[in-house]
């Protein structure tokens, strides 16, 4: 498949280095190619700025959100959630259209600092907002719920033994998603039901940002034990 | 000790059962005793009414809030979300000051049908509302984020490996939460912090209950897979 991730964060990066291993043809679509370019920063993480990461990865493209997106058969919203709907209408609704379109993002509001609050929740949601706004677009909610480390390698935590969830109205498209997880190795997928339903996974992420605290690590995964 | 329990659901029941098989001597405090006892129909879950419950619970009383409360050394709101500041209220403040008050209950709102929204949330939670309402009592949140059967049983799941958080602003109340915890077998308590961490765990509930109908049962817990 030909795909565009929308972001140039380290989720995105990481999903779009899995995609290519996997032997898709990934572009990571961004505002502005130069500036992203010229970074030499990490970001609070610890994560190396983009063009150090792209020097191990010369196999995916850079290019403006509307380049990466023309065309492309799969897309993934690694954006960060309060600008996720304009970097997509960037990446233009008409390429959107009928296109599976991953959406890792949570609706992150840090403007009362850490635990962060979250901008939509419990009755709307991120998920949602972006499927009202591009109703073509066949949205599934997922991997919202860990760190980016875990995207593609979910053994690095207790042997690969977690749980992931998707959301989406369209059940191919999940089914497309879900195959695609588990091409990464996960293998408890639990699909809670529509696109609403990602109300329930972007609430998780303060308990999620609460037990790196607690325990002094983000790599951690939610189980559903049972 | 001498327990108070707050609510006659089966939440609170089963955390009375339990407790009173560690030894202590467990009241439950409702509003009406009378009519308590006058039920027979089991709740939406299929649990038996209160009065088939206590036929094999002899040594477990039952109680107006008040008298429940008067010289209790412990607490727990088993309420529902709705009815708690009420129910303790009716407990009486007097009798909450200076004791630890385990509260398990969450903010539901069944208004708009399943899966339930939340009254309260992400910048506010229930438990922080509790202790805002009876700021002499030492509040912790704790066990708000799994069926009740598995509240004194864990390894009735996962031969008990999953996760049970704490929340609340008084370290020593914690501590004796968490020892009740580990009496009970729970042996991955995630203290998450102040009370108003509360607000993380309490929305964890719509996933949960999204959950139980995707996989089919209630009988599942968080693990926090590290």
Partial sequence: MKIAVVGTGFAGRTLAGGLAELGHQVTIGTRD???TLARTKADVMGNVAYPVW?????????????????GADFFVNAASGAASIAALTATGAENLAGKVLLDISNP????????PNLFVKDTDSLGEQIQ???????????????VGNLFVTPKAVADGDSTVFVSGDDADAKRIVTELLA?????????????????????????????????GTPMFNFKIAR
Avoid: C, Y
């Avoid at 792209?54 to 023309?70: K, V």
């Fill in 54 to 70: 792209a020097e191990t990865h010369p196999h995916i493209g850079l290019a403006p959100f509307a380049e990466a997106g023309a």
């Fill in 33 to 35: 190619v130069a500036e």
């Fill in 183 to 215: 091409s990464f190795g996960w293998n408890d997928v639990i699909d809670l039901g529509g696109i609403a339903t990602a109300r329930a996974t972007e609430m998780m992420v303060q308990v999620r940002l609460l037990t790196m605290t607690s325990i």
């Fill in 108 to 115: 992150l509001d840090f403007k009362n600092g850490f635990p």
């Fill in 132 to 146: 009202r706004e591009f109703p073509e677009a066949r949205v599934v909610k997922s991997l919202n719920t860990m």
